[in-house]
């Protein structure tokens, strides 16, 4: 029944009446039944997130304990519950990471940018975010703007097999571009001098620049990209229901409840 209440409750937010007929119930029983064996074939919702020292639209962080808190874990929550499943939380270092338990199996959904390379291997929800990447400028050097970073002498860091490195790849012509294993080993380049440049989303630099004194967050982006769940591709009842689940979440305020819990409150949902 849970499919056909989610059906009722977007025809309510349209501003339409929804009338469910016996068929309709037999029907949404049996798309349940396909949703339960493909997006939770354990039995309970295994939830990739990725960490990183604060945390983001994309990325949860650790606390004390290690436990990891953040919009990611806030939205898998929120599914296991509608889906009425136990939640099992599967941390990583990166997103790229979480893209191949995706394709493996590892995981039922997982939380990241929905590029081109992405979308390849596994299928998206609507956009939760929209992105724009650019890049941190270490305090010791002339950088800036994109011209600056663009050149022989210049090394840039970025999130091996994030989106965003390889869309700096693309954008960058002459500059040396080294992948790093995480955001921590990614900073301790930029304080050795080893590297110059850390192409990030700009919601995650802020907190790093604190980190690296005199450092610059360029303005503009030479990426902009839509933050997703992702369902392993082939799996039709399991895409449509998280399509549906993050349009509801957009609306009912589930979405801007986690980006608040998580000190985002400047941070606007996608529309």
Known sequence: MKTALFGALIACAMGTIAIVSPAMVSTAMANDADVMKQLVPTGKLRVGIAYAPKPTPIFAAKDAGGEVRGVPRDLGEAMAKALGVPVELVVTATTNELTDKNVAGEIDIGFMPADDARRQRVDFSPSYFVIESTFLAAGNTDIKTYADVDKPEITVVGING?????????????????????????????????????????DSLPPLQAQLPGSRILDGAFQTTGVAISVQKD?????????????????????????????????????
């Open 162 to 202: 994030s989106t965003t490195i390889r869309a700096a790849g693309r954008a960058l012509k002459v500059a040396k571009i080294v992948p790093a294993k995480s955001v921590d080993e990614a900073m301790e380049m930029m304080k050795s001098g080893s590297a110059q440049a850390f192409a990030l989303t700009h």
């Open 235 to 271: 799996r039709p009842a399991a895409l449509a229901y998280v399509k549906t689940f993050v349009e509801k979440a957009k609306l009912d305020g589930t979405v801007r409840k986690a980006f608040d819990s998580a000190g985002l409150n400047k941070l606007s949902i996608a529309p």
